[in-house]
């Protein structure tokens, strides 16, 4: 005769809680032992508003190889994202790993964010999220170019709805100039995280293609 006890249910969504979907009885319950093996499910994102989280601008990633590395280097299993960017690693050893994209998928300048992981016998949710370096915007200035970064500082002025879209912004010492930049609303005084390419313009370094994302409207 089969014993009653707790069935568990895992969403396989980055940040998603884990929780018991429903018992028969509230005397219904079992002691639960964690065991040697356990089970990682997540999504794979590219970040790019360098929010550091999933966030609704932030673009899934389909047919990825993500690869769990143990500490010694040597990589454990590998299972490519499904059409949603999901995955799940099942059977893991308890101890410490970190997740990785494939690193011939990075390319550009990504960098993967926060990929240590443990496994203690149990299920584990995890996002696997890749965004470009986040630099101050002093940083920036001084390269490298040919990168696509992520800064943000202060609109110094307003992005006309005609022209070249320029838009200059100010950090804690120097401006940074933002050429070809997306039409969002952006006026003097927002503070906007930054998207875009590092390139030289009159021998000063600038942003091209930027995307922009208000922070806090007339914040100055």
Do not use: K
């Not at 949603?84 to 011939?104: H, I, N, Q, T």
Request: overall charge negative; charged content about 20%; glycine content about 14%.
């Amino acid at each position: 005769m089969r014993r009653p006890g707790l069935r568990f249910g895992v969403l396989a969504l980055a940040g998603a809680t884990l929780a018991p979907l429903a018992c028969s009885d509230v005397t219904d319950v079992e002691l639960l032992e964690i065991g040697g093996e356990g089970v990682i499910v997540g999504q794979a994102y590219l970040d790019l508003d360098g929010s550091g989280t999933a966030t609704t601008p932030d673009r899934i990633v389909p047919g990825i190889l993500v690869e769990l590395i143990a500490s010694s280097g040597a990589v454990v299993v590998g299972v490519t994202t499904d059409s949603l960017g999901l995955f799940v690693l099942r059977d893991v050893p308890v101890g410490e790993y970190r997740l990785a994209w494939d690193s011939m998928a990075l390319g550009d300048s990504l960098q993967l964010l926060n990929p240590s992981t443990s496994v203690r016998g149990d299920a584990l949710t995890r996002g696997v999220g890749a965004t470009y370096p986040v630099r101050t915007l002093e940083d920036a200035l001084v390269g490298p170019l040919g990168q696509q970064v992520i800064t943000s500082g202060i609109a110094l002025n307003s992005r006309l709805n005609f022209g070249d879209g320029q838009v200059h912004f100010g950090g804690g010492a120097g401006f940074l100039r933002a050429l070809s930049v997306d039409r969002s609303g952006v006026a003097a005084g927002d503070s906007v995280r930054i998207r875009g390419r590092l390139i030289s313009d009159n021998g000063r370094p600038a942003l091209r293609d930027v995307t922009p994302y208000i922070l806090i409207p007339q914040a100055a």
